[in-house]
């Protein structure tokens, strides 16, 4: 089976119906990926189909879960991005957000910019630096992939959206115990079990938000 015949059935899958030329750009990102992760060390994943496994799908597979509005045309920021993950792969697939990438290694922010200017995704912007000196109430919703623990992600990043925003963090298994050590000032809003194509582990997404 191509690459290209994987990302379709994923995204059947997901029930995800993405024009053509996302399906594109998907594709020459992780051909991006894999060129720069010869050179970079980007990501300890290196054959192509775990990568679209591990990677793009696992990024998109919290689509289906998503309310329409927080998909509407929203601010979002991705902190510890990495290789531009999830943020870049959302980028593609939702081109109606606006998604900041925040990164504090340099190899990846430069990643991150060449895949912005050849794949030419207006809407991400690329920020360089750590997430906890950027400015407050700058976004609608934070996300975050294996980032840090829960607490650390709202201690880092909760300053970062607005009042009624949202903080997104993806998990493998259910971390009951990151849940039990959260702030008492936060709350957990949802929790949703993920399903990746192809991928058998556990993957969970736990949206949190300030409690009133």
């Known amino acids: 089976m191509t690459l290209a015949q994987m990302l379709q059935q994923g995204l059947h899958v997901l029930d995800l119906d993405l024009p053509e030329a996302a399906h594109t750009k998907l594709l020459a990102y992780l051909e991006l990926l894999k060129k720069w992760n010869a050179t970079y060390n980007l990501t300890a994943i290196r054959e192509e189909s775990a990568m679209l496994t591990q990677h793009l799908l696992d990024s998109l597979s919290i689509l289906p879960h998503m309310e329409k509005s927080a998909l509407a045309e929203r601010r979002w920021i991705d902190v510890g991005s990495g290789a531009g993950l999830p943020g870049i792969p959302l980028a593609i697939a939702c081109p109606q957000l606006n998604i900041g990438l925040i990164d504090s290694v340099d190899k990846k922010t430069a990643f991150q910019r060449q895949v912005k200017i050849e794949l030419g995704l207006s809407n991400i912007t690329v920020i360089g630096g750590r997430v906890e000196d950027y400015p407050a109430s700058t976004c609608d919703a934070v996300i975050s992939r294996a980032f840090a623990e829960l607490a650390d992600f709202v201690s880092l990043a909760g300053h970062l ?50 409690a009133n």
């Open 161 to 210: 959206i607005v009042d009624g925003g949202y903080l997104y963090a993806m998990k493998g298994q259910l971390p009951e115990d990151e849940i039990a050590r959260m702030p008492a000032n936060w709350r957990v809003k949802a929790c949703k079990k993920l399903v990746v194509p192809g991928l058998m582990a556990e993957r969970h997404l736990i949206v949190l938000q300030k």
